[in-house]
């Protein structure tokens, strides 16, 4: 059996937040927290097999009951870390009366500078008055990075961003463009960036290692017929490490991949309302979470027992 870089290391990183629709637009009303208890069991399970959780949460599920309640069940759990998710729709100031919000500021990063600063800090201050410590880790909402971001994280104290999204374009949308953007962390202004993992695999490895490291030709070679075909043959695709969308073979393929390719640092995710049926696209049937579930916890245990991984909390990176 071949033997694993005992340095590779995993963060669970669930994106804590309020229930919607996600194709019904973003409204300041969406505020609705109805799965706290399956959350807090699914996350004492994901702990019992050996994992490590950062909640990052948003400012409706810290307002919330069920996310107080979830909050003070893990308060002092070493194997949690409560961070900052910032959904802009549900996170005061406000600066108008409008229920619903442009799709372009569902983005974090489009805001204002000042607007973006003021509602990471409501939400800063709010999550430190509730677990008892400073958040230090980010995860913008939609990975809505902006020019300004970095600037206002630094300002508040923040150590850590994760909210890159490697190989993904939202500008039809109006969002960032990471499609420049592998795997590796890197450190600007004294913020550490540590992308969520997603990779290009390919049955062909030259291809897997030529996109992985010049991920901006991943994007490009769908332009033509002619690139397209040949990444048809060679089933090129692109990947995220998460139960949602990807079964327990894709994962183990991905982080394979990406450990042949040096990656040390992986970031498992999903969002917190896929843990109870019928919240969102990936949880419709109960097959479904069974599955859901299943995978995330045998994923856990792999890469604990096969790649010899360790599991952090993002805080630890």
Same mark, same amino acid.
């Given at each position: 059996m071949k ?9 669970i990183v669930?994106?804590?937040?309020e ?6 637009g ?8 109805t799965?706290?208890?399956e959350l807090?069991e699914f ?19 810290v307002?919330?009951e069920?996310?107080q309640?979830?909050i003070?069940?893990f ?5 949690i870390?409560f ?11 406000f600066?108008?009366d409008?229920n619903k919000?442009r799709?372009t500021?569902s ?5 204002p500078e ?5 509602k ?5 201050d ?7 410590y ?5 995860l913008a909402?939609r990975?809505g990075i ?8 630094k300002?508040?104290g923040y150590?850590?961003?994760?909210s890159?999204?490697?190989f ?6 109006l ?6 953007r592998?795997?590796?962390?890197f450190i ?9 993992t997603?990779?290009v695999? @390919?049955?062909?490895? &030259?291809? %897997? =290692?030529?996109? /992985?490291?010049?991920p901006?030709?991943y994007a !490009? @070679?769908?332009?033509? &017929?002619? %690139? =397209?075909i040949? /990444? ?6 692109? !990947?995220r ?5 990807f079964?327990?073979?894709d ?6 991949? !990406? ?5 040390t640092?992986?970031?498992f995710?999903?969002?917190?309302p896929?843990?109870k049926l019928?919240?969102?696209?990936y949880v419709?049937?109960?097959k ?14 792999w ?11 993002v805080?630890?990176?």
């Amino acid at each position: 059996m071949k033997e694993y870089n005992s340095m590779n290391q995993l963060s669970i990183v669930i994106h804590t937040e309020e229930e919607f629709n996600w194709n019904g637009g973003f409204f300041r009303s969406n505020n609705k927290v109805t799965h706290g208890r399956e959350l807090i069991e699914f996350c004492e399970e994901i702990i019992n097999v050996g994992g490590k959780v950062t909640l990052a949460m948003d400012y409706a599920f810290v307002n919330s009951e069920q996310g107080q309640q979830v909050i003070c069940h893990f308060k002092n759990n070493k194997a949690i870390e409560f961070a900052t998710h910032l959904h802009p729709w549900v996170n005061p100031p406000f600066i108008d009366d409008e229920n619903k919000i442009r799709e372009t500021n569902s983005y974090p990063g489009n805001l204002p500078e000042e607007e973006e600063f003021q509602k990471l800090k409501v939400l800063t201050d709010m999550i430190e008055d509730k677990v008892g410590y400073k958040p230090t880790t980010y995860l913008a909402g939609r990975y809505g990075i902006g020019a300004n971001t970095n600037k206002t994280l630094k300002e508040l104290g923040y150590k850590t961003d994760i909210s890159i999204s490697p190989f993904t374009d939202y500008s039809n949308q109006l969002g960032p463009n990471f499609n420049h953007r592998n795997n590796s962390v890197f450190i600007e202004n004294g913020i550490s960036n540590w992308p969520h993992t997603t990779g290009v695999v @390919s049955k062909v490895s &030259l291809l %897997t =290692k030529y996109f /992985n490291a010049n991920p901006s030709y991943y994007a !490009q @070679s769908f332009q033509k &017929l002619s %690139t =397209k075909i040949v /990444n048809k043959l060679a089933r090129v695709r692109r !990947q995220r490490l998460s139960p949602e969308g990807f079964n327990l073979s894709d994962m183990k393929k991905l982080t394979l991949s !990406q450990i042949a390719l040096g990656q040390t640092d992986f970031i498992f995710s999903f969002h917190s309302p896929s843990v109870k049926l019928g919240l969102t696209p990936y949880v419709e049937v109960e097959k479904d979470l069974t599955q859901f579930k299943q995978n995330t916890l045998d994923y856990i245990q792999w890469f604990t027992e096969t790649v010899h991984g360790e599991h952090i909390l993002v805080k630890d990176h």
